[in-house]
């Protein structure tokens, strides 16, 4: 399940949490990329905060620097989404 983070409210974040749990999706993935808004360590903690462990994170969008990376992964991301992968490694 992509959703477009940038574009909604907390409230709206929230219900979409809800519809994915009642869903039992495998992933939630935070953009698709063609947003400005990429990912972010306040978005990661959220979507962790309000979703069960079984239902991974994907961070994506923007994610340029290893420590940025990092920071995602502290926050909750199971996985991460970057066109830069090699300069990351």
């Given at each position: 399940?992509?959703?477009?983070?940038?574009?909604?409210?907390?409230?709206?974040?929230?219900?979409l949490c809800e519809l994915?749990?009642?869903?039992?999706?495998?992933?939630?993935?935070?953009?698709?990329?063609?947003?400005?808004?990429?990912?972010?360590?306040?978005?990661?903690?959220?979507?962790?905060?309000?979703?069960?462990?079984?239902?991974?994170?994907?961070?994506?969008?923007?994610?340029?620097?290893?420590?940025?990376?990092?920071?995602?992964?502290?926050?909750?991301?199971?996985?991460?989404?970057?066109?830069?992968?090699?300069?990351?490694?």
């Amino acid at each position: 399940m992509i959703l477009e983070t940038g574009l909604l409210t907390k409230e709206e974040i929230l219900k979409l949490c809800e519809l994915a749990i009642n869903n039992k999706v495998n992933y939630v993935k935070n953009s698709t990329g063609f947003h400005a808004e990429g990912a972010s360590v306040a978005t990661v903690e959220f979507l962790r905060a309000n979703l069960p462990s079984t239902i991974k994170i994907k961070a994506a969008g923007g994610i340029r620097t290893a420590d940025f990376a990092r920071q995602l992964l502290e926050a909750g991301a199971d996985r991460l989404g970057s066109s830069t992968c090699l300069k990351l490694l």
